[in-house]
């Protein structure tokens, strides 16, 4: 607004005025961004939660954000990931590294250690 031209009494009005009709909301940022990267990229909580912070968002909008994950989906997001890592690491001999290499994939995709290690051991199961 600067490079406009616009005054900084215009700018905080501007700014107050897109605030108090929500289209600046650090909240509505969070839960899109959640949104986006648990559908689109099938990233997990850790991995999101770190981005947010990284783009400086508060702790409560984050949780907010995180709260709307439908977990359903994430759960299936989680088998999906599982099942391909684990097909394509099928010329893999020795079980042991397949499933680290299954473990590692899912860890840098920011999931959980404890859901990581429930859908390994499902997808084996399946197979």
């Known amino acids: 607004m600067q490079s406009w031209g616009i005054d900084l009494e215009d700018q905080d009005i501007l700014i107050s005025d897109l605030i108090s009709n929500n289209f600046l909301s650090e909240e509505r940022y969070a ?27 508060s702790e409560y909008s984050i949780k907010k954000g995180l709260e709307s994950i439908d977990q359903d989906e994430y759960w299936s997001n989680l088998l999906h990931l599982a099942d391909k890592k684990w097909g394509a690491t ?38």
Do not use: C, P
């Not at 999931?111 to 990581?116: K, N, Q, W």
């Open 31 to 57: 839960e899109a961004f959640v949104s986006g990267k648990t559908r689109i990229k099938r990233w997990g909580r850790i991995k999101i939660r770190i981005e947010l912070k990284r783009r400086f968002i």
């Open 90 to 127: 099928s010329s893999e001999r020795d079980q042991f590294k397949r499933k680290v290499k299954t473990y590692r994939f899912l860890s840098t995709k920011g999931y959980e250690t404890d859901l990581i290690r429930e859908a390994v051991e499902e997808v084996i199961n399946s197979q």
